[in-house]
């Protein structure tokens, strides 16, 4: 595992940034009426799933990591919640969609088994 300190190493960190950006890119065909709406919701929260792991991996204890890795993976849910209303409205193809899910849900299993290393590594 890569050094706390050295967060653009870690691969959850690098897919979070391709999220992001791929974020970025389809809300921009969203409907002009939600660029304050559920557009901005989404790219706020694919954008904290990076910060956080970002900012987590300045903290000096483990412990600190750790919280910023869970409100990480708190934001990738909530990202996750907000494509299947994106989805479900038709903002959102099948085919954008089912891609979008699968790379957030890639990054939840990523953050999800990090902060299960952290913990191992505490005891």
Not at 31 to 40: A, I, Y
Not at 102 to 108: L, P
Request: with cysteine.
């Amino acid at each position: 595992m890569p050094t706390a300190r050295n967060f653009k190493e870690y691969p959850v960190w690098k897919d979070s940034i391709k999220l992001s950006s791929d974020i970025y890119s389809i809300t921009d065909g969203f409907p002009l009426d939600e660029r304050r709406g559920l557009c901005s919701q989404m790219q706020r929260a694919a954008v904290s799933i990076a910060s956080n792991i970002a900012e987590g991996s300045s903290r000096s204890s483990i412990s600190d990591f750790k919280r910023f890795l869970e409100i990480s993976l708190g934001s990738s849910f909530e990202l996750e919640s907000q494509l299947i209303i994106a989805k479900n409205i038709h903002y959102l193809n099948d085919t954008d969609a089912d891609k979008l899910l699968a790379s957030v849900q890639n990054i939840e299993k990523q953050l999800s088994g990090f902060i299960n290393t952290l913990k191992e590594n505490k005891k």
